[in-house]
């Protein structure tokens, strides 16, 4: 018997992003797994994608949606995929190894620090502000502390190597 419905299509499956990809897309989380590890990994319910592949897929969406409630700043998947260059050290002491970026943006070692006088590093704000990253929306929404430089904070800690200098104790 005819009807009138129309056929849908169905959704790929790799249209679809479940909530555990997509956190650990926006934050880095994977519960109890170093993020580092999972990069290669399939996605769980992804038809086979990479984490990567999944974050270049749903990257603009991605992007949208974290710039919606962080705006000057960018998602976990970002800084690792995206970023072309680890933010700059702008006072204190360190020398950045600048192969490999790590966590938000920072460089995967630095060198040379004293621990009297840490390195500072550009805030995020200012990182996309000086690579022209930021959407019109997102200058507008930026307030000045939003420039301020910052050290490295307690999650950045766990990912960056950090190779203080050791004072002579003559």
Same mark, same amino acid.
């Given at each position: 018997m005819p009807?009138n419905r129309t056929?849908r299509k169905?959704r !790929?499956?790799?249209?679809?992003m479940?909530?555990q990809v997509? +956190?650990? +897309? &926006?934050? =880095? ?6 993020p580092?590890i999972?990069n ?6 992804m ?7 999944a974050f270049?897929h749903?990257e603009e969406m991605l992007?949208r949606?974290?710039?919606k ?8 998947s970002?800084w690792?995929?995206t ?6 050290? &702008?006072a204190?002491? =360190?020398?950045?190894?600048l192969? @490999?970026i790590?966590y938000q ?7 040379e620090?004293?621990?009297?006088d ?11 502000? !000086? &690579?022209?990253? &930021?959407?019109?929306e997102?200058?507008? @929404?930026? +307030?000045?502390e939003?420039?301020i430089?910052?050290p490295?904070?307690e999650?950045?800690?766990r ?6 200098v050791l004072?002579d @104790?003559?």
């Open positions: 009807t056929k169905p !790929r499956r790799a249209d679809i479940p909530p997509r +956190l650990y +897309l &926006l934050h =880095g989380v994977v519960e109890g797994v170093n580092f999972v290669r990994r399939k996605c769980p319910g038809d086979g994608s990479t984490f990567e592949q270049r749903h992007i949606e974290y710039v409630d962080f705006p000057g700043r960018r998602p976990w970002w690792r995929w970023a072309k260059e680890p933010r700059k050290i &702008l204190g002491t =360190g020398k950045p190894e192969t @490999a790590t943006g920072f460089p995967l070692a630095i060198h620090v004293q621990e009297e840490p390195p500072m590093f550009e805030s995020q704000a200012a990182y996309l502000h !000086r &690579l022209r990253l &930021l959407s019109e997102e200058r507008k @929404a930026l +307030l000045p939003d420039f430089p910052a490295l904070d999650e950045a800690r990912y960056v190597y950090i190779n203080e004072n @104790a003559d």
